[in-house]
Nanobody
Framework: QVQLVESGGGLVLAGGSLRLSCAASGRTFRSYAMGWFRQAPGKEREFVAAIKWSGGMAFYADSVKGRFTIARDNAKNTVYLQMNSLKPEDTAVYYC?????????????????WGQGTQVTVSS
């Protein structure tokens, strides 16, 4: 099994920045891609960004494109989400997830393992 642990969330003013980390561990960790999703109270979980382990090709939701950057450190089995120019609408619990085989990267149902999430709150 794979364990994912998110960290780096917190409270920040609008326009500020945060960097989230997702550390993956397991006896034999391997996956095709990692993704970040977020969920606000009363709303469905939405795609934020994803990255392929091999090559590092990245994908972003339109709502965060140009503000967020996803990156990975293969040696550390860690994925990062650098969030700049944060807006109040970015407030949510952010989750990382792993996808074992090539499937739709923007769909939550295509991911296999999930972390417990980290809260990001952006105040105006």
């Amino acid at each position: 099994q794979v364990q994912l642990v998110e960290s780096g969330g917190g409270l920040v003013l609008a326009g500020g920045s945060l960097r989230l980390s997702c550390a993956a561990s397991g006896r034999t960790f391997r996956s095709y891609a990692m993704g970040w999703f977020r969920q606000a109270p009363g709303k469905e979980r939405e795609f934020v960004a994803a990255i392929k382990w091999s090559g590092g090709m990245a994908f972003y939701a339109d709502s965060v494109k140009g503000r967020f950057t996803i990156a990975r450190d293969n040696a550390k089995n860690t994925v990062y989400l650098q969030m700049n120019s944060l807006k109040p609408e970015d407030t949510a619990v952010y989750y990382c997830a792993t996808q074992a085989v090539p499937r739709g990267l923007g769909r939550a149902q295509e991911y296999d393992s999930w972390g417990q999430g980290t809260q990001v709150t952006v105040s105006s």
